[in-house]
């Protein structure tokens, strides 16, 4: 405990989520890499001081906001000090064009946050060409995952609603320091050991060849350049980390027959069904190998505690699994739910240790990896209630540490879902990723629509 202007404080390791993002910001050039921009526009013009003193009291029922970070003896640490940001300023972009306002949150989003004894994340409160008003911000992943902002943006228009009304505010968000001292005494537990013992095991096992979004040519110029004609890893880690993003979405109509499939067959789950479908397309473009390891990240909120707070709850693990051409589309699906299943039970150990840990095993090197592509499904609609509507828009802050990135969300109410691909400028054309994104709908449909279809057939689509 520490004591400072009267206020007792506890200070705490980083968590495992923080290291991995902690561990980006140190090895990216471009230090915004951390940065979490959004957007959240309402559907109308709403009372502007009201809004602005929504947003100040909401900032103080998220704890988040009070994290500090130090360095002490070469040790990252952190506490929680005042509920504060960076600043809530306000632009006012009626009688401009969109393209101001697109330009404006760009550079905002790629405006780094000073990381040690600085609040964590800043606000602008905006109004549209048309009038409407909107929320932008900008907070650090080590304070928030997507999860948590979108939580975070539902709670704010909740206690407008409550201003405006003139009635009580709704219940607060859970605290997240508990769940994060939580976090840190797991990892002196006996469950840590045993799931270091899991992974250990998991990753010990000869390990499937690296596959890329572009094609078998990416190993095939890392074995050149290496000459280790041999080499199962490939290079990820690139000195140029300019990054934006393609978004492509999935229509309303698909995700109804996607949704329908998955209560009518009782298999699988609409995430593991993007996950097959990427799958089959890292198959088919780097010769069809049955045994693929894929990079995956989850937000691990099962309690509603974790499910209602703050804090960074990420956790990036490699998804294995062998699925021969003649297996159909719906025993692939069951072999990825067991899988899945028996992954996520080991998901609290830290994910950086893993990434050492098979360096270690398989004598590779850092930077390198087996795949070039992370995925995750975010299924928490931007549903604030209240009678209003918004839309979103997740801004690309300008970094990344992948060459490429797939996160599935909901579109806005439009019963569709949006796929927003960050991908490194220089190293994932937009090409790959749109074929990538057009075989991925054929597959679905083709799968939903015949079962028993293989998975080779399905890879001859196209």
């Not at 959240?40 to 502007?48: G, I, K, R, Y």
């Not at 004609?229 to 393609?246: F, M, Q, S």
Request: charged content about 25%; overall charge positive.
């Amino acid at each position: 405990m520490r004591a400072r202007g009267g206020v007792s404080r506890t200070s705490y390791d980083v968590t495992p989520s923080q290291q991995l993002s902690l561990l980006n910001r140190r090895f990216t050039v471009h230090k915004q890499v951390v940065n979490i921009a959004t957007a959240v526009t309402l559907d109308e013009a709403l009372d502007a001081a009201r809004l602005e003193a929504a947003l100040r009291l909401t900032i103080l029922r998220w704890d988040a906001f009070g994290l500090r970070f130090t360095r002490r003896f070469g040790r990252v640490r952190q506490h929680f000090a005042e509920r504060e940001t960076l600043g809530i300023t306000h632009i006012d972009f009626r009688g401009r064009k969109p393209a101001a306002m697109e330009r404006t949150f760009l550079a905002e989003a790629a405006r780094r946050i000073p990381l040690f004894r600085s609040p964590q994340a800043r606000f602008v409160l905006f109004r549209t060409p048309e009038g409407h008003s909107g929320v932008f911000s900008v907070i650090s992943h080590l304070i928030m995952d997507s999860w948590s902002i979108s939580t975070f943006y539902v709670d704010l228009i909740s206690v407008y609603a409550a201003l405006d009304a003139g009635t009580a505010l709704p219940p607060p968000p859970a605290d997240y320091e508990p769940l994060l001292a939580e976090e840190l005494a797991y990892q002196t537990s006996s469950r840590s050991r045993a799931d270091k013992a899991f992974w250990q095991d998991e990753l010990s096992q000869p390990q499937p060849r690296f596959v890329s979004l572009r094609g078998s040519s990416v190993l095939d110029r890392y074995r050149a350049r290496t000459r280790r004609p041999d080499a199962g890893e490939a290079n990820i880690i690139h000195l140029r980390t300019r990054a934006d993003h393609v978004v492509t979405r999935v229509p309303a109509d698909d995700v109804a027959r996607l949704e329908a499939f998955v209560g009518r067959e009782r298999t699988g789950s609409l995430p593991l069904l993007f996950h097959l479908a990427l799958r089959l397309y890292l198959a088919k473009v780097n010769g069809r190998p049955s045994d693929i390891t894929m990079g995956m990240v989850l937000a691990r909120r099962a309690t509603l505690a974790e499910k209602n707070s703050g804090g960074s709850r990420v956790q990036q693990f490699r998804f294995r699994a062998v699925l021969p051409p003649e297996f159909t589309f719906v025993e692939a699906l069951a072999l990825l739910a067991e899988r899945q299943t028996r992954y996520f039970r080991h998901l609290d150990y830290s994910s950086l240790d893993t990434l050492f840990m098979t360096h270690q095993l398989h004598g590779t090197r850092p930077g390198t990896e087996r795949f070039d592509v992370n995925f995750t499904f975010q299924p928490l609609a931007m549903d604030v209630g209240h009678g209003y509507r918004c839309s979103t828009r997740w801004y690309c802050n300008g970094a990344t540490s992948m060459p490429a990135y797939l996160t599935i969300m909901d579109d806005d109410a439009s019963g569709g879902l949006r796929c927003i691909w960050e991908r490194n400028v220089r190293h994932m054309p937009a090409s790959a990723i749109e074929a990538c994104h057009a075989f991925m709908l054929a597959a679905l449909r083709a799968g939903v629509e015949r079962p028993s279809i293989t998975l080779g057939e399905l890879m001859d689509l196209g």
